[in-house]
């Protein structure tokens, strides 16, 4: 068969140069598959396959499929002999002929993506091959025929979001392509999914990872091949580890280790030896992982592949830090740093990479684990030796691993790959803090302070800036491709799963989102000062913020919780200083749980009085603040200050009485909020739906519209919107035309994320950050839970509040639990009055406060009552329009008026 083969390729070669016609293109092609199939070395094929490109272009002016099919051929072949240039060359000019020649194999695209993914994956260029494995996949299952394509690019995409730390990414794609292999019945790719997905899910340290594994084994029978059973058993190992199953968990990795061994897989048996060691090295025995390690970079050294024996000496120095050998760690994590393919060779302990070098790097998570860990060593020599130069050396490394996660975070899309990372890296900046204490160093503190937190929120600020730099054409293109995802979204969230339509959906969204991602990505060649303000990196320092953020008579207080210890940055117009407080979080967390009850028994309002004294004297009282109004940038707790007691003797001794409070996500984030505001139609804008659609069951809010009818009157010129007409869309299309918004309204946090309400429907989280061009300057959420919603370490409460403030409102007063609608009113009322007479935002709350306790009972003087309502955001005065005031205006026109008539009857009398 393969002379048969052969022969054809020689005759159509000989009458080629002979003279003779030109042969037919299907006898072209046949040759293509005969040099496909043959059993020849590359060499040979690549000489063949150059014979007939030869021939077809001589024969056929224009490339057609057969064109692109050798020449997508000679990629491949190419790629066997690591000649990537042509490689990469010659696959992408067969997707060009594909994708537009009028003579074109459309599915056969499907081939070419593949392979190019797979090439820029095999160059640790992790983007590029995303793109072209997306690529393959949404193409792929087009075609049935192809399926089996797509479900490679499902399991090797998900393999490589996960060797990159991209863990819910990684558990996505590998659900999305087992439901597709599901579908087809191909349970080969099946069980390699399940696989990925829970390998993912340990990483998550999701518990459910255990069935999932489980499901995938159960599937496995005496055919399938060998290296199913080694994906399977290896994150079987890692789920039995999970569990503290010791015996199991080191007979599986010992025996995949066999598996792969066996069969050579070199890159696979150093993975093996660390997973091992890591194992080992969690249940203690950091002997039994040295020698894992050890033997780790005999196989890492074997596969040539940089990153993972720079995996290996990082765990080498994980194990010598936990014999406190901090020097030899220090040797182990520069081999790794120096092996890194990024030509950093110093060998110096104290040298690190630079920016430069840092951009080259594809595997961000390997290089912030060896800076990380690196860091915490130099640290623990500072803290043994007490010499200042190791405590430099810590913060410099620190700075650089807080680069690196910058890098990290820009190619992780999706809210909760970016929070899990958050969450990874705060152990870092806990001791960057701590390293900027012992040194005093106020300005590295406040760094580690504002990167530790709110990275959602002006990764969005940062968005909004942007867009001025932004061509109102891309734009447009980028907001329609965050609707058409969020529309995506909800529809999914309505579907069942398992049904076909859900699977539509599913396929649907991973259309538009994979659209959205490549969009953004291009954005660095064709707007690069839109991409730079976007991904902006600078973080506030005491100086800006001192220069532009405080008033002679504000400071700010910015904490960072860790488990017994809040590190305290208070900035003032004279300086800033460091402190380090230890607190009981048992106590906060008792006093946040206490400060919502409607009535309190003798026993519970004892209790809440030790505990608000407690809080204060532990978190506040230390600090001495001088100044009446304070900025609190809190960090995992929202604590409202201003309801906590100074004596615990006087029932009415809270720190409102003292000071004026507003709250921030992060100085940063206040800071990018001031920026210029467009003109508002109307100063302000008061919505009360007071009855809501049946389908809603929500209990009407009699009184709202009422209230909202009263504090129209403090203004200039406003609008007024309740019953049916506080409805949604009325709502999103007249609340970024309006200054100061005043809602009324039902909210909750009890879902999976926060709800506010209107007359006809419900508003959710992703529609209130469609919001764009607002001129609003404060939007005051008078609703139960507004202001509490998911909690996410170092982001804070993702709530309704937080919405607004995404939306770029800079400031939003906004309730931290269920409220009395009475209460509200009146309080509320009482701040817009404040607020008309031009009092920046956090005097006119804290004077509506005070007013409405002076003027209550004791039993109404609860927390419960007036401490839900806190501000976020800029606090200065509304500007502009907004206060009634005095009618100067009516005045002037009536003087006139009246000289008119003076100078008439002058003239006529």
């Not at 990874?424 to 302070?449: G, P, W």
């Not at 942007?466 to 309505?494: H, W």
Request: glycine share 6%; proline share 4%.
């Amino acid at each position: 068969m393969m002379r048969r083969q052969l022969m054809i390729i020689c005759c159509l070669a000989t009458y080629f140069h002979a003279g003779a016609q030109c042969p037919a293109r299907q006898t072209l092609m046949q040759a293509v598959i005969a040099v496909e199939q043959s059993a020849d070395d590359n060499n040979s094929k690549i000489h063949q396959l150059d014979s007939l490109l030869a021939i077809q272009k001589r024969c056929y002016k224009v490339k057609d499929s057969v064109y692109a099919r050798i020449v997508h051929r000679m990629g491949n072949i190419y790629h066997l002999q690591q000649s990537w240039d042509n490689a990469i060359a010659y696959t992408k000019d067969a997707i060009a002929v594909n994708s537009t020649a009028k003579d074109r194999q459309e599915p056969f695209l499907v081939n070419s993506y593949f392979n190019l993914g797979l090439f820029y994956d095999k160059l640790y260029l992790y983007e590029e091959s995303y793109h072209y494995f997306d690529s393959c996949i949404l193409l792929g299952i087009r075609f049935p025929e192809k399926t089996a394509i797509a479900l490679l690019a499902f399991e090797r995409s998900a393999f490589s979001l996960y060797n990159n730390g991209q863990y819910q990414q990684a558990k996505n794609i590998a659900e999305l392509g087992y439901r597709v292999a599901h579908s087809v019945r191909n349970s080969l790719s099946e069980i390699a999914l399940m696989a990925q997905k829970a390998q993912a899910m340990v990483a998550l340290e999701d518990t459910a990872a255990g069935g999932v594994i489980r499901q995938a084994i159960a599937m496995l029978t005496p055919t399938t091949p060998e290296v199913y059973k080694i994906v399977c058993y290896t994150v079987y190992a890692a789920v039995c580890g999970k569990l503290r199953q010791e015996k199991e968990a080191v007979r599986w990795y010992r025996q995949v280790l066999r598996w792969n061994e066996a069969a050579a897989r070199w890159s696979d048996c150093a993975r093996n030896t660390l997973d091992l060691g890591n194992f080992y090295l969690d249940i203690h025995q950091p002997a039994q992982a040295m020698q894992c390690y050890r033997q780790g970079v005999q196989f890492a050294i074997k596969s040539a592949d940089p990153y993972v024996l720079a995996g290996v000496y990082n765990n080498i120095g994980s194990a010598c830090w936990n014999l406190k050998k901090y020097r030899e760690a220090l040797v182990n994590y520069q081999l790794g740093l120096t092996t890194l393919p990024v030509n950093f060779k110093d060998p110096a302990i104290t040298a690190n990479p630079g920016y430069d070098r840092l951009r080259l790097v594809n595997n961000n998570y390997f290089v912030y684990t060896l800076l990380s860990n690196k860091a915490e060593s130099l640290m623990e020599i500072y803290r043994s030796t007490g010499e200042q130069q190791w405590g430099k050396a810590a913060l410099q490394t620190f700075m650089i691993a807080d680069l690196s996660v910058d890098l990290m975070r820009w190619k992780q899309s999706g809210e909760p790959t970016q929070l899990y990372w958050r969450n990874r890296t705060r152990k870092m900046y806990a001791q960057a803090i701590e390293v900027s204490y012992l040194l005093q160093d106020a300005n590295a503190a406040c760094h580690f302070f504002e990167k530790s937190r709110a990275v959602l929120l002006n990764d969005k600020l940062n968005e909004l800036g942007a867009r001025r730099l932004l061509p109102a054409a891309a734009a447009a293109e980028e907001q329609q491709l965050r609707i058409r995802v969020n529309a995506m979204q909800q529809q999914l969230a309505m579907e069942t799963a398992g049904t076909p339509a859900y699977e539509e959906a599913s396929q649907q969204l991973f259309r538009e989102e994979k659209g959205l991602e490549r969009f953004i990505a291009g954005l660095e060649q064709r707007h690069p000062g839109y991409y730079r303000y976007k991904y902006d990196t600078s973080a506030a320092t005491p100086a800006l913020i001192r220069k532009q953020l405080l008033a002679a008579d504000q400071e700010l207080v910015s904490y960072f919780m860790a488990d017994s210890l809040a590190y305290v940055l208070q900035v003032t117009v004279q300086g800033a200083r460091l402190y380090k407080l230890p607190y009981v979080k048992k106590d906060v967390e008792d006093l946040l749980e206490t400060m919502d009850q409607r009535a309190f028994t003798t026993t519970a309002y004892s209790r809440y009085r030790e505990l608000s004294y407690k809080v204060y004297k532990q978190l506040f009282a230390p600090l001495q603040l001088p100044g009446k109004r304070v900025i609190i940038s809190g960090d995992e707790y929202f604590i409202p200050f201003e309801a906590l007691l100074t004596d615990t003797l006087a029932h009415n001794s809270y720190l409102l009485r003292k000071h004026a409070f507003s709250y921030t996500y992060a100085a940063g984030s206040l800071l990018k909020q001031q920026r210029a505001m467009g003109r508002a139609v109307y100063p302000f804008l008061g919505i009360a739906p007071v009855e809501y659609a049946a389908d809603l069951q929500l209990q009407p809010l009699p009184g709202a519209a009422a209230s909202v009818g009263r504090i129209r009157k403090d203004y200039n010129k406003g609008r007024v919107l309740t019953g049916t007409k506080a409805n949604r869309d009325n709502f999103l299309e007249q609340l970024p035309r309006s200054s100061v918004v005043q809602l009324y309204t039902h909210a909750s946090a009890a879902g999976t994320e926060p709800v506010l309400y209107l007359a006809d429907t419900s508003l959710r989280l992703p529609e209130i950050g469609l919001l764009e061009d607002t001129v609003t300057a404060l939007i005051i959420l008078s609703s139960c839970e507004s202001g509490t919603g998911k909690l996410a370490r170092g982001e804070g409460v993702l709530s309704l509040g937080r919405a607004f403030s995404m939306a770029g409102i800079p400031a939003v007063i906004t309730s931290l639990w269920k409220i009395d609608n009475n209460a509200t009113y009146e309080l509320t009322e009482k701040l817009h009055d404040a607020l008309a007479h031009g009092m920046p935002k956090d005097i006119a709350l804290q004077q509506a406060k005070l007013a409405y306790l002076d003027g209550q009972e004791r039993d109404r003087q609860l927390p419960y009552y007036w401490a839900s309502a806190v501000l976020i955001g800029d606090a200065a005065a509304v500007k502009g329009p907004a206060p009634k005031g005095f009618p100067y205006g009516y005045v002037l026109i009536g003087l006139f008026f009246l000289i008119l008539v003076v100078v008439l009857l002058r003239k006529y009398f």
